[in-house]
RNA sequence: GGGCGAGUGGCGAAAUUGGUAGACGCACCAGAUUUAGGAUCUGGCGCAGUGAUGUGUAUGGGUUCGAGUCCCUUCUCGCCCACCA
């Protein structure tokens, strides 16, 4: 028996209960079905749900239960992001062991996920800091080393003192750290890095084939790997015999106006190019540029500073001597580190020639020019010796090819993409299995001596290096080739390295002989919908589009794009700013079940915004949810002893009848369309709310009901909302008496000849402008329609005394009279 | 500075992709029920006007029988990148 009133705490815990028992959503790894991958972004285990989680999960739960309705072999899984710094500040600021710490909290979280209602498969669960996971995340490192995609190598490392690591260029976000926000200075340090820039050129391309993702992530990855087509030129160095200066430029035309060289404080050839005189204030900008953050280096934005080398260049073009000077608007892993300037026609170049009074020499003319600033259009060569009056694109070519010719340059394609330093001096995260012989070198472990555990016996108050560095069974160990004595790498991976591959790790996730089986791997993805913050778009899907290829060229899998498609959801606001801790203006998930349940989060969460914009949470928006399913649920109660799971709908039936069966087929047909059609769930929800207030409309006359056609209405509407309101589908259905779980029930059919109205409203316009609505049949000819419009007393005034010049019809909808 | 996206009632938003603008909901107003409140049910709700009607999708223009939708102008907001030569 239903109660005749919602409680849903009473109800859904029961079935959280019932659906894991029953392993109601274990997806087989064969089937007859063709397969559907649902995946949602995996959380980072921080202590419990937020509501962009809650979001996040519910959009791909939903998905995929319609996916599995409409008959999909559905693969839905979640894990654990579960590496990385937060753990490891919960061991130094309350002694806390990170891995307890680590595994209480998802512990805590799965429970919340379970209440959630996602229908996860939960067998598959993949945990990349358990030693299950991280072991295959190190054999990976290892294949990518073999195959030379990871090298270590000495560099000027983004370093956040506060986390005493070092961090990726796409973990520095104005200046600051991404995670503690404190301000992030440069140190030289041998670290490790992924060869990504290997496969920049792939990784662009293949955007186009990306069909199923927003142009706004397509471009924003294209923007960040960066390609530009330009020149390489070299100089000789006047001063110093041999010596040359390469620079790259995408604006080899403008060579003829080149007054001085810029080289990159931290650029290579550095010192032979400064002069005894130079040393020291050289030395001295040197310095502070090492010294300045990043973040003063954006303060400072367009204000150029920089010091002469005392050595100069020959313009091979014009014989000009031009000096060379060291400036920190070089970026020394850039290009060749080093900038030709033109200050007629770059900006950059513009102010600092002015700042330090150096020469201007226009070299392109074009409309709008002026002496006062940089022309940076287009236009035609002047005082450039034979190219002078060639148009600049043409010059482009031609000075190349000249360059090329007598052999001091050539034309070059450049990236802004960086390898991917991997290395942390961190303790929480997979160890690099790589260990330092005397007299072998750098040496991956053997497999069969993988996982390389983290050690226990670490102290995490340490300042300023590794807690790894503290251990004393970890750091000694004996060489895989002359089993000589040796020294383990102490740095452990990046945690975007075990998330570029846990995707394919559900579909094989306990296999304990390799990441994952070729045969599943294949079967299973791509991912099919990959649901996420736009956040990632960037880091976390360009590293996986990375490994995806990197593994496919090694032979791991067979495809070559991971994703196919995306949805990137937007934020989760309250009172029109971003929900956050430091605001204050949070809502807890589990206070949201608890006072409503989950089924009225989930509702709520997905109807009132499209997933790809930004969602307002709102007090009264949850209780509207709340009383609308309570509206719902009041409807089955009333008439659970009447409503059979197996009408039969007969022919003759009442014009009240057949508008409320009408409204179904429309209502299957609109929600079905909305959610295959970019998961339009805001007005899938309208619809329910539509067809449920038609089904009150028919009940108002409790004489004139007819219990079958009621049934249709009321059955159909139960399927509809399932994959939304989960439990109390659940609970309705098998209080029906339904035969197993109402999820593993077929999606209904709607039949397009009951969707037509037969009756419909004309608009009768004069001029486009409405003039008349009139009630009349469907299906009438163009004739009798126009017959139609022009007896309308209300349309009449507005033609009379005027010429008709044409009538245009639209079918079963517009009457449109053209006069002068 | 560059790139991308968006501007529709008091609010969140719909609009079969060029064909009745504001579906559905929140808030609000009125009525029913109730001792009262809550809940529930019924009706109303862009703006101006008693009314017929006029007017209305950031702005100004254009194309069209007809524009929220297509084209151009200007403005505003959001996100991402940013001294990348």
């Known amino acids: 028996m239903l109660n005749s009133e919602y409680y849903p705490q009473k109800i859904e815990k029961k079935w959280v209960e019932y659906w894991d028992k029953n392993k109601t959503y274990k997806t087989p790894d064969i089937s007859d079905k063709p397969k559907y991958y649902a995946l949602s972004m995996f959380p980072y285990p921080s202590g419990k749900l937020h509501m962009g989680h809650v979001r996040n999960y519910t959009i791909t739960d939903v998905i995929a239960r319609f996916k599995r309705a409409t008959g999909y072999n559905v693969l839905h899984p979640m894990g654990w992001d579960s590496f990385g710094m937060p753990a490891e500040n919960a061991a130094i600021q309350h002694g806390a062991n990170?891995?307890?710490?680590?595994?209480?909290?998802?512990?805590?979280?799965?429970?919340?996920?379970?209440?959630?209602?996602?229908?996860?498969?939960?067998?598959?669960?993949?945990?990349?800091?358990?030693?299950?996971?991280?072991?295959?995340?190190?054999?990976?490192?290892?294949?990518?080393?073999?195959?030379?995609?990871?090298?270590?190598?000495?560099?000027?490392?983004?370093?956040?003192?506060?986390?005493?690591?070092?961090?990726?260029?796409?973990?520095?976000?104005?200046?600051?750290?991404?995670?503690?926000?404190?301000?992030?200075?440069?140190?030289?340090?041998?670290?490790?890095?992924?060869?990504?820039?290997?496969?920049?050129?792939?990784?662009?391309?293949?955007?186009?084939?990306?069909?199923?993702?927003?142009?706004?992530?397509?471009?924003?990855?294209?923007?960040?790997?960066?390609?530009?087509?330009?020149?390489?030129?070299?100089?000789?160095?006047?001063?110093?015999e041999g010596l040359e200066i390469p620079v790259f430029t995408t604006r080899p035309d403008t060579s003829y106006g080149i007054t001085y060289l810029v080289v990159a404080p931290e650029y290579k050839d550095i010192e032979k190019l400064t002069t005894q005189e130079n040393k020291e204030q050289v030395e001295k900008y040197r310095e502070?540029?090492?010294?300045?953050?990043?973040?003063?280096?954006?303060?400072?934005?367009?204000?150029?500073?920089?010091?002469?080398?005392?050595?100069?260049?020959?313009?091979?073009?014009?014989?000009?001597?031009?000096?060379?000077?060291?400036?920190?608007?070089?970026?020394?892993?850039?290009?060749?580190?080093?900038?030709?300037?033109?200050?007629?026609?770059?900006?950059?170049?513009?102010?600092?020639?002015?700042?330090?009074?150096?020469?201007?020499?226009?070299?392109?003319?074009?409309?709008?020019?002026?002496?006062?600033?940089?022309?940076?259009?287009p236009g035609v060569l002047v005082n450039s010796g034979e190219f002078s009056g060639m148009n600049n694109e043409e010059a482009k070519e031609k000075i190349t090819k000249y360059a090329q010719d007598n052999g001091f340059g050539y034309s070059k394609v450049q990236y802004r993409l960086r390898d991917w330093l991997i290395s942390r001096q961190r303790y929480w995260g997979a160890p690099i299995p790589i260990v330092y012989c005397d007299k072998c070198g750098a040496q991956p472990v053997r497999d069969e001596d993988l996982p390389v555990k983290l050690p226990t016996d670490v102290d995490f108050s340490v300042q300023g290096k590794s807690p790894i560095l503290t251990s004393k069974t970890f750091m000694e160990t004996t060489c895989p080739i002359c089993g000589g004595k040796a020294v383990r790498e102490s740095d452990t991976m990046d945690t975007f390295i075990c998330s570029s591959w846990y995707y394919m790790r559900y579909a094989d996730a306990r296999n304990d002989k390799a990441p994952f089986s070729k045969e599943l791997v294949n079967k299973w993805l791509p991912?099919?919908?990959?649901?996420?913050?736009?956040?990632?778009?960037?880091?976390?899907?360009?590293?996986?589009?990375?490994?995806?290829?990197?593994?496919?060229?090694?032979?791991?899998?067979?495809?070559?794009?991971?994703?196919?498609?995306?949805?990137?959801?937007?934020?989760?606001?309250?009172?029109?700013?971003?929900?956050?801790?430091?605001?204050?203006?949070?809502?807890?998930?589990?206070?949201?079940?608890?006072?409503?349940?989950?089924?009225?989060?989930?509702?709520?969460?997905?109807?009132?915004?499209?997933?790809?914009?930004?969602?307002?949470?709102?007090?009264?928006?949850?209780?509207?949810?709340?009383?609308?399913?309570?509206?719902?649920?009041?409807?089955?109660?009333?008439?659970?002893?009447?409503?059979?799971?197996?009408?039969?709908?007969?022919?003759?039936?009442?014009?009240?009848?057949?508008?409320?069966?009408?409204?179904?087929?429309?209502?299957?047909?609109?929600?079905?369309?909305?959610?295959?059609?970019?998961?339009?769930?805001?007005?899938?929800?309208?619809?329910?709310?539509?067809?449920?207030n038609s089904i009150y409309e028919y009940i108002r006359d409790e004489n004139d009901i007819n219990y079958e056609v009621l049934s249709f209405a009321l059955v159909t509407l139960l399927k509809l909302i399932s994959p939304v309101a989960v439990f109390m589908s659940e609970e309705i259905y098998q209080t029906l008496n339904g035969i197993g779980s109402i999820h593993e029930q077929p999606w209904p059919k709607y039949d397009e000849s009951k969707t037509l109205q037969n009756n419909i409203t004309l608009i009768v316009q004069v001029n486009g402008k409405i003039r008349d609505k009139i009630e009349t049949i469907s299906g009438k000819s163009n004739e009798d329609l126009t017959k139609l419009a022009m007896n309308s007393e209300k349309t009449k005034p507005f033609i009379e005394g005027k010429t008709i010049v044409k009538t245009i019809i639209v079918p079963n909808k517009i009457v449109n009279i053209v006069v002068k």
């Open 288 to 377: 502070n540029a090492k010294k300045m953050s990043e973040i003063d280096r954006l303060s400072n934005e367009r204000i150029k500073t920089g010091v002469p080398l005392g050595t100069h260049i020959i313009n091979p073009f014009t014989g000009r001597i031009c000096p060379v000077w060291v400036a920190d608007y070089a970026i020394v892993d850039y290009g060749t580190g080093a900038v030709m300037a033109v200050p007629a026609h770059d900006e950059r170049d513009f102010d600092f020639a002015k700042k330090f009074d150096l020469p201007i020499i226009q070299v392109i003319d074009g409309e709008g020019y002026k002496s006062d600033c940089a022309f940076v259009e």
């Open 527 to 692: 991912v099919n919908q990959y649901v996420g913050g736009i956040e990632h778009a960037i880091l976390h899907l360009l590293y996986s589009r990375f490994f995806t290829k990197a593994l496919k060229n090694m032979g791991l899998l067979d495809f070559d794009e991971p994703f196919t498609n995306l949805l990137t959801q937007g934020m989760v606001l309250k009172d029109g700013s971003k929900m956050s801790k430091s605001k204050g203006n949070t809502v807890d998930p589990d206070e949201i079940f608890a006072n409503f349940g989950a089924d009225t989060a989930r509702l709520f969460i997905i109807s009132d915004s499209p997933p790809a914009r930004d969602f307002d949470w709102s007090d009264a928006g949850v209780e509207g949810c709340y009383k609308f399913l309570c509206r719902v649920y009041r409807l089955y109660s009333k008439y659970q002893n009447k409503i059979k799971l197996n009408y039969t709908i007969e022919d003759n039936l009442d014009k009240k009848s057949l508008d409320l069966i009408r409204e179904v087929h429309i209502a299957i047909k609109k929600i079905t369309s909305d959610i295959e059609n970019e998961f339009q769930f805001n007005t899938v929800v309208s619809k329910y709310r539509e067809l449920t």
């Open 98 to 240: 990170p891995k307890e710490w680590t595994l209480n909290n998802i512990d805590y979280m799965k429970k919340q996920l379970k209440m959630l209602g996602l229908s996860v498969d939960w067998d598959r669960e993949a945990t990349t800091c358990k030693e299950d996971y991280y072991k295959w995340t190190q054999w990976l490192f290892i294949q990518l080393y073999k195959n030379g995609l990871a090298y270590k190598k000495e560099a000027p490392v983004n370093w956040c003192e506060k986390c005493s690591t070092v961090l990726a260029n796409e973990q520095v976000i104005d200046g600051k750290c991404w995670r503690c926000d404190s301000v992030v200075t440069k140190k030289n340090l041998s670290q490790w890095f992924l060869k990504i820039t290997d496969y920049a050129e792939i990784l662009l391309e293949d955007l186009d084939k990306l069909t199923g993702w927003g142009d706004n992530v397509k471009t924003m990855q294209a923007n960040w790997i960066g390609k530009s087509y330009g020149t390489i030129l070299k100089f000789k160095v006047k001063e110093i």
